[in-house]
């Protein structure tokens, strides 16, 4: 069982920046695409960020490209999201995930991940 912890989450002000650090337990880490979600109260689970293993690639939502940046160090088991000008809009929880499915491209529907991190709360104030 692959398991994943964040770090890293707080409070920041609007334009203010954080970094986000996800640490996994197994050294299989490093065959799989990984994700960054957010969910903000009452709201659905979202997709943020995902890089695939080898971390040549990385692809991002509309809403955070520009401003966010997701990279990994495979020797460390960790990814990272660096989070820069960000906005009251991210106020979330920001979860890590696992795509085991290894196709071409990482996974956005949150379903689709197989492992999960217990999140980190970003709070960003105005």
């Known amino acids: 069982q692959l398991e994943l912890v964040e770090s890293g989450g707080g409070l920041v002000q609007a334009g203010g920046s954080l970094r986000l650090s996800c640490v996994a337990s197994?050294?299989?880490?490093?065959?799989?695409?990984m994700g960054w979600f957010r969910q903000a109260p009452g709201g659905e689970r979202e997709f943020v960020a995902a890089?695939?293993?080898?971390?040549?690639?990385?692809y991002y939502a509309d809403s955070v490209k520009g401003r966010f940046t997701a990279s990994r160090d495979n020797a460390k088991n960790t990814v990272y999201l660096q989070m820069d000008s960000l906005k009251p809009e991210d106020t979330a929880v920001y979860y890590c995930?696992?795509?085991?499915?290894?196709?071409?491209?990482?996974?956005?529907?949150?379903?689709?991940?197989?492992?999960w991190g217990q999140g980190t709360q970003v709070t960003v104030t105005s």
């Open positions: 995930a696992v795509d085991i499915s290894m196709k071409a491209i990482p996974a956005r529907l949150p379903s689709l991940y197989t492992y």
């Open positions: 197994e050294r299989t880490f490093s065959n799989y695409d």
């Open positions: 890089i695939r293993w080898s971390g040549i690639s990385t």
